[in-house]
């Protein structure tokens, strides 16, 4: 059985002069240990999605569940990241930021709560600014203190917004690269939203592609990692999934 089970989703907004519809029967679904990808042009609902999931937006049509569990609201099974900076509680250190939802969720004492929150503070390479303020961090820091702040809750599945996008070029690589490590030694479970290709085809081992607005499932990419490890296979890949986002209506590969 899937994880997590996005089944005709449809999601709109009601606005006092118009409704948007955001997603229209969007279907996927996420395995443990997937690093589930959704790809696809602004306003094409990704964002939306990842809400829904998150509980945060009920659909119009469809149905989500995590494990044998729909989704209703949210919860700690499920922890988000976005790609803004100030998503820190600024009066609050890393170390506290880091255990801040773990004592909410009251289910470990202070001090395992601490104990906990330093060991994921240390495996995104953070123990020398555990006591530093989010004002003094860079913009990558502060997004490893909550991808640490995310994982430390041990969800069954990671939501990330576009967490690097707002990243320049060299540190949104290594952060990239530091989530593939710290995947390869837990295996979490993710589902990344991005409107890049390179970096969809970096992170996920699976790619969902979506149409624009309103988003519509064009194609599902599976196999990347198989792919991307082949001579020159990241760069063909990358061609073919640029050619079924823009041209139309190929199958899957
Ligand atoms: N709060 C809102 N009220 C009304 N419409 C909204 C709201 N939030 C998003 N929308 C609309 O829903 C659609 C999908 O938006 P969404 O933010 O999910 O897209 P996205 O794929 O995440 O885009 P981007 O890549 O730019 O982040 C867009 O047409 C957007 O204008
Ligand atoms: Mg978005």
């Given at each position: ?131 530093a303020y989010p004002h003094t961090l860079s913009g990558g820091m502060k997004q490893r203190v909550a991808i640490a702040r995310g994982m430390a809750m041990e969800p069954d599945i990671l939501l990330m917004d576009e967490p690097f996008a ?7 690589r290594t952060c990239q690269d530091e989530l593939l490590q710290l995947w390869s030694e837990t295996k979490f479970t993710v589902l990344f939203v991005t409107h890049s290709i390179a970096e969809a085809i970096r992170i996920g081992n699976r ?47």
């Amino acid at each position: 059985m899937a994880l997590l089970d996005v089944s005709g989703v449809t999601l709109r907004y009601k606005t006092s002069s118009a409704v948007v519809t955001a997603t229209e029967r969007v279907s996927f679904t996420v395995d443990k240990s997937d690093r589930f990808v959704l790809l696809g042009p602004s306003g094409c609902g990704k964002s939306t999605l990842l809400k829904a999931v998150g509980g945060y937006m009920s659909p119009s049509e469809g149905r989500m569940t995590i494990g044998d569990r729909e989704i209703h609201g949210p919860g700690a099974d499920r922890m988000m990241i976005f790609q803004e900076f100030d998503q820190l509680l600024p009066w609050k250190s890393v170390l506290a930021n880091v255990m801040f939802p773990l004592l909410t969720a009251r289910k470990l004492s202070r001090k395992d709560a601490e104990a906990k929150a330093r060991a994921y503070i240390e495996k995104v390479g953070l123990t020398r600014v555990v006591d530093a303020y989010p004002h003094t961090l860079s913009g990558g820091m502060k997004q490893r203190v909550a991808i640490a702040r995310g994982m430390a809750m041990e969800p069954d599945i990671l939501l990330m917004d576009e967490p690097f996008a707002a990243l320049d070029a060299l540190t949104r690589r290594t952060c990239q690269d530091e989530l593939l490590q710290l995947w390869s030694e837990t295996k979490f479970t993710v589902l990344f939203v991005t409107h890049s290709i390179a970096e969809a085809i970096r992170i996920g081992n699976r790619i969902l592609l979506l149409s624009p607005h309103p988003g519509r499932v064009k194609a599902e990419v599976v196999d990347v990692d198989k792919v991307s490890n082949e001579d020159g296979g990241a760069g063909r890949l990358e061609k073919e999934i640029h050619d079924l986002l823009f041209a139309g209506e190929a199958t899957a590969h």
